[in-house]
């Protein structure tokens, strides 16, 4: 069974700070995708960042990394200079990189509040 | 160049009565999704739509119905609806392994549906 499991289910930063949200997931598979959505409270599901488990690099976007551990199945999202716009529900998701994979599996989100 | 989207953006029905959310993208894209999103949870996927011709089940299905019209629009029909289908739906779409690849999902605007 495949799961996504996010243990924060709220945090908060002070503006101009960094801050990590967590993530684990669960496949016996070895070849995936691995994304984190952004929803503000417009509920709009914006893409924030993805990594190809088969990449050991880190994935990188402007403020946006990620730390990528394939064999511990974590997969955290670090904001640096974090903005009032960043307050959103953030989610991990991933799919198998498998011909007929659809399913995007999701965790249950965390809550980011950037204060000012 | 719109994206996804949904319509409508909200309504509300009574218990029993029936109706259909639209969803069309614009990007060429083969594979088109339905979710589900209620509170605490992350999305959940009801049913898809792989290629143009073809849909199958995701993991909530029951009480649902879909259309894949042509290309670019993909329907989702509730028969009689039902208090426990109160949750905001979301329609995305992706490129598709038939385009050889495109893992990333994109996501509409979202529909709220209140069923009392």
């Known amino acids: 069974a495949q799961t996504v499991t996010q243990s924060q289910p709220e945090m908060s930063v002070q503006e101009a700070e960094t801050v990590t949200l967590s993530c684990t997931y669960d496949?016996?598979?070895?070849?995936?995708?691995l994304f984190w959505y952004k929803q503000p409270p417009s509920r709009q599901m914006i893409l924030v960042i993805r990594?190809?488990?088969?990449?050991?690099q880190n994935a990188t976007e402007n403020r946006f990394s990620v730390n990528f551990q394939k064999a511990a199945k974590s997969f955290s999202l670090k904001i640096s200079d974090s903005q009032l716009g960043d307050t959103a529900m953030y989610f991990c998701?991933?799919?198998?990189?498998?011909?007929?994979?659809?399913?995007?599996?999701f965790g249950t989100g965390t809550r980011l509040t950037v204060i000012p | 160049n719109a994206g996804v989207t949904q319509t409508p953006k909200f309504q509300v029905l009574k218990t029993g009565q029936s109706m259909t959310l639209q969803c069309a993208q614009d990007?060429?894209?083969?594979?088109m999704y339905w979710y589900r999103q209620d509170p605490g949870m992350g999305l959940r996927l009801i049913y898809y739509?792989?290629?143009?011709?073809?849909?199958d089940k995701g993991e909530v299905p029951n009480g649902y119905n879909v259309s894949r019209l042509n290309k670019r629009e993909f329907s989702l029909r509730l028969e009689s609806a039902a208090p426990s289908q109160t949750s905001v739906y979301f329609c995305?779409?992706?490129?598709?392994?038939?385009?050889?690849?495109?893992?990333?999902?994109?996501f509409g605007p979202g529909t709220r549906l209140l069923v009392l």
């Open positions: 496949t016996s598979e070895s070849n995936y995708y």
């Open positions: 990594q190809e488990a088969y990449k050991q």
């Open positions: 990007m060429n894209h083969n594979s």
């Open positions: 998701a991933f799919i198998l990189d498998q011909t007929g994979a659809n399913n995007l599996f």
């Open positions: 739509s792989a290629s143009e011709g073809t849909t």
């Open positions: 995305a779409s992706r490129a598709g392994w038939l385009a050889g690849g495109g893992e990333t999902q994109y």
